[in-house]
């Protein structure tokens, strides 16, 4: 009877045994760095695989192919990138779009430069200061179009009437002909994207030692040596980062050019986002829309290289 039971309390044993080796091991591989790093990788590398990945090389077959809703479609290769290139109207949304992305980020750069400079300043209330005018950026963007949308209707625009109580001068159609719509759409964007500047841009002005500061005040600097001296300087990994953001967000601006102005009048603001959603959403052209779409991606490409060659460097 003894030997039974000693086979059965070995058994007990071994199976108690088995799943404390087994968490052991696994402790010991978690110890390890690599492992650990991998595991902690894992659900972000699959949120991009899934989210990110599969969109873009999704969107790169739809790119070569005549796919429309409704219909499927056969591989044409590149001729959907060659028919764009004979496109009146993309050529004028390739220029709209570099217009629209290079004037305002300069101007979203020198205001929310100054708006930073201001704001590191002492002054009442200064923290209710610094929460307000993040307000442009906060406001889904959706909000803030139409309530631009308003201030630049032809009948009750509220600069047109100020310009004819003050002035009497009758104000222009901002949405109308012309340049005003390009112009409008960047005054927007620009009142839109100033805080984010501003606020990184104050950020990386709390990180520069006062010590600096100073130490050009016993050297006879006045402010604004000692903002092109040492603020200006310091503040470069953050404007290279600030600037890159702002650019592809601005390439790929949709929301606002859509409520707004619509890609009109007569195609005149159109970006790549309006087109490629009225080509390939509204007109069913799937293939061709993604086309679109895809052509940014090179310059966007030459963006962020060039980006991270300037940190590397710093």
Request: charged share 10%; with cysteine.
């Amino acid at each position: 009877m003894s030997e039974p039971a000693d086979a059965a309390s070995t058994a007990r044993r071994g199976v108690v045994a088995t799943p404390g080796r087994a968490l052991a091991a696994l402790r010991a591989a978690l110890e390890r760095d690599a492992v650990l790093g991998y595991l902690l990788l894992a659900p972000g590398l699959a949120v991009l695989l899934v989210f990110v990945a599969y969109p873009f090389v999704y969107g790169v077959w739809l790119s070569l192919s005549d796919l429309r809703i409704g219909q499927e479609g056969a591989f044409i290769g590149l001729r959907n990138f060659a028919n764009l290139f004979q496109d009146s109207t993309y050529r004028t949304t390739v220029r709209n779009t570099f217009e629209y992305t290079i004037v305002t980020c300069i101007f979203k750069f020198i205001f929310g430069l100054g708006m930073a400079v201001v704001l590191n300043q002492k002054y009442p209330l200064k923290r209710f200061v610094r929460a307000a005018v993040l307000l442009p950026w906060i406001i889904p963007t959706v909000f803030g179009a139409l309530a631009w949308r308003w201030i630049f209707d032809p009948n009750f625009s509220v600069i047109n009437w100020v310009l004819l109580r003050l002035f009497h001068v009758a104000g222009p159609q901002w949405l109308g002909a012309g340049f005003w719509p390009m112009l409008s759409l960047m005054v927007v964007n620009i009142w839109r994207g100033t805080p984010f500047f501003g606020i990184s841009f104050l950020a990386g002005m709390q990180t520069i030692p006062e010590e600096l500061y100073d130490a050009a005040t016993i050297d006879g600097a006045d402010g604004w040596k000692k903002f092109w001296a040492i603020t200006f300087p310091l503040l470069t990994p953050v404007t290279t980062v600030v600037t890159l953001l702002s650019v592809i967000l601005t390439f790929g601006d949709f929301q606002l050019i859509y409520v707004l102005t619509g890609g009109g009048p007569a195609n005149a603001t159109n970006v790549f986002g309006t087109l490629a959603y009225y080509l390939g959403i509204n007109a069913g052209r799937l293939g061709y829309g993604a086309a679109i779409s895809l052509t940014m991606f090179p310059v966007l490409a030459v963006v962020i290289l060039a980006t991270l060659v300037a940190l590397r460097r710093e």
